[in-house]
């Protein structure tokens, strides 16, 4: 018996130990208060309608957090269908602090627990999200080879011509598009890339993909290669193929990879080539699946914490460039730490964790009187800015 209790200790601990680690859900504690009429003296039923409209307005005031006000007054319409229609579902508890009638109206005053991390997810699906990160646009450069038939990528067409849209593409747009994400295409943009002999290689490293895509003014790129190689027959002259796909997606203007997959499928057919279709198919669904994933991950984060921009300053000495870090830390709204990359002769390169974006830091930026310094944003991306400053 003694053996028996003490296995069953030994199973539940090695159970415990080898159980997923239980992540606690970020959430926000707000107060919002809501109001109805009260209707002859069903006091009780008011009370109901005001307790739901202060959990929306708890709601909205979380969404303020997530998103821009902008971004909220453009999609309030989508808001209000798709995420103020079930407060209940965002909020895990709340505690009502006051309640008072005046002029047959009953106002009723919450402290509400809204669920950030559910509320985000629910704002990426619609799009709101993606708002917020204004919108950043996707293209894809994903060599694929379905069996022994040679690789097929866009950018590898003869001069001046470009091959057909391939599997792996069709697929992530279709993927992609589906959640609210902006596309390139590549036959629409062909007028404005410019594909030399020196990119026409399968395997294009990050910068060649980067120079590519910056041309067709994408502002993340997807690259990676799929492969489809036959296994063997399996009887009945069915033939297995598998399918091998890699792909990641950087950040043109920083080269920030953001997120990446590696899946494998398999598939059969009487023909090879068919089978070879339907596992590169398979593969591309898992790893679109998954990218989206990962990359609505990252945006979330940065969209309701802080995201790394990265800022090229010209123009300052050494010491002049130690005063000047100082000033941009102590006067512009959002940046919560700075590091810095690299300095030489007169050029600075650092990054800034900001609770804005590029943009809107730009604008912080150019509404400061930074004293001693003259400052001129020369050019700016969504995640980069190059300033040059002058002392005065």
């Not at 319409?77 to 002029?103: A, C, F, N, P």
């Not at 950030?116 to 990426?124: C, E, P, T, Y």
């Not at 390139?184 to 062909?190: C, F, V, W």
Request: aromatic share 4%; glycine share 6%; proline share 1%.
């Amino acid at each position: 018996m003694i053996r028996l209790v003490t296995s069953l200790c030994m199973v539940v601990l090695l159970a415990a130990a080898l159980a997923p680690p239980v992540i606690a859900e970020e959430s926000r504690t707000v107060t919002s208060e809501g109001v109805a009429a009260i209707q002859g003296d069903a006091r009780d039923i008011a009370r109901d309608a005001a307790l739901e409209d202060a959990r929306k307005r708890a709601v909205e005031q979380a969404i303020g957090i997530l998103i821009d006000s902008q971004t909220q007054v453009e999609n309030y319409q989508l808001i209000s269908d798709k995420i103020l229609s079930h407060t209940k579902g965002y909020i895990k508890r709340y505690k009502v602090t006051r309640e008072t009638v005046d002029s047959g109206l009953l106002r009723v005053r919450i402290n509400a627990e809204v669920a950030l991390g559910r509320l985000s997810d629910d704002l990426s699906g619609i799009g709101i999200l993606l708002g917020r990160m204004h919108k950043p646009r996707t293209i894809v450069m994903v060599a694929e080879q379905n069996i022994a038939h040679g690789v097929t990528a866009w950018w590898l067409g003869a001069p001046g011509k470009q091959t057909d849209i391939s599997l792996v593409e069709n697929t992530f747009m279709d993927k992609f598009t589906e959640k609210g994400f902006e596309f390139i295409d590549h036959e629409i943009a062909a007028k404005e890339i410019k594909v030399t002999g020196a990119y026409r290689v399968q395997d294009l490293s990050v910068a060649q993909a980067k120079t590519l895509a910056a041309q067709a003014h994408a502002e993340v790129v997807i690259i990676g290669k799929a492969v489809a190689r036959l296994y063997g027959e399996i009887g009945g002259g069915m033939k297995s193929v598998e399918a091998d796909l890699s792909t990641r997606a950087v950040r043109i203007d920083t080269g920030q990879v953001i997120a990446t997959a590696t899946t494998h499928a398999a598939a059969v057919h009487i023909s090879e080539i068919a089978a070879g279709t339907d596992a590169l198919r398979k593969a591309s669904n898992q790893a679109a699946d998954e990218m989206i994933e990962k990359i609505l991950a990252v945006y979330s984060k940065e969209a309701g914490g802080t995201r790394s921009v990265h800022i090229t300053i010209t123009g300052l000495n050494k010491n002049q460039f130690a005063q000047f870090k100082d000033a941009l830390m102590n006067q512009v709204r959002g940046i919560k730490e700075l590091h810095e990359r690299s300095f030489n002769g007169t050029t600075a390169k650092i990054s800034v964790d900001s609770k804005n974006s590029a943009q809107t830091l730009s604008d912080e930026i150019l509404l400061r009187n930074f004293g001693a310094f003259s400052v001129e944003v020369m050019s700016s991306t969504a995640n980069s800015l190059e300033l040059k400053v002058t002392q005065k």
